[in-house]
């Protein structure tokens, strides 16, 4: 308190120095009290936030609704439509090419099973004293499995290919008869398809 007394004086100094200096001495241990309640107050007022996080997982959900994740026959769609525009672009008179596919299915993938078949046959006598007879086809089929580094693996028969559904060509060529039959028996045997799936129609001039 070395500054109350610089301030007042000496507190020996008389009575109403000493009078003095006690009530500068409570006025001072009444501020520091009152800063000490006002810096309490204001740590209580220091609520913790309660609003929950964002969940990860709904702005995924959102994610995914906005940008879809693509099917595996789409996939092959883009693929085939690039593959073929590629191949028709090559023919004389076709021009710029673009190309549509449309698929009914994706690829399958077919597995070897073993398959074991046989028959139970079981006697029954009923109430009246005669005799019938059961028989339960016991089939059943069991995949084939590989083992390979460690881990088993099914083992592939065959790969069926996608059904095509249609398959629409615009080109720049379209509008010549010739290029057009061109077009048209090209996008056939390229993809394996009947007449009636396949529409080949020339480009829109200026585009």
Do not use: H
């Not at 008179?93 to 673009?98: E, F, H, I, L």
């Not at 028989?135 to 995949?143: K, Y």
């Amino acid at each position: 308190m070395s500054w109350l007394k610089n301030l007042v004086g000496d507190g020996e100094a008389g009575g109403p120095k000493k009078e003095q200096m006690k009530k500068i001495k409570l006025m001072a241990a009444a501020a520091v009290v009152g800063i000490g309640l006002l810096f309490l107050g204001g740590l209580g007022d220091d609520k913790p936030d309660r609003t929950p996080p964002p969940v990860k997982e709904k702005a995924a959900a959102n994610e995914n609704r906005s940008n879809p994740a693509r099917t595996a026959m789409a996939s092959e769609e883009e693929y085939l439509s690039q593959r073929l525009c590629q191949m028709l672009e090559q023919v004389e008179g076709a021009g710029k090419v673009k190309v549509t596919v449309r698929l009914q299915n994706s690829t399958r993938t077919e597995y070897a099973i073993n398959t074991t078949t046989g028959k139970k046959t079981t006697q029954e006598k009923d109430q009246s004293g005669g005799t019938r007879v059961l028989t339960e086809d016991t089939d059943s089929g069991q995949l084939v499995l590989v083992t390979r580094n460690g881990e088993e693996t099914p083992v592939m028969s065959r790969e069926v290919a996608p059904t095509v559904a249609g398959v629409l060509v615009v080109a720049d060529g379209a509008g010549d008869p010739a290029v057009k039959a061109r077009l048209f028996r090209a996008t056939q045997v390229a993809l394996g398809v009947e007449p009636q799936k396949v529409i080949v129609m020339a480009r829109k001039a200026g585009e």
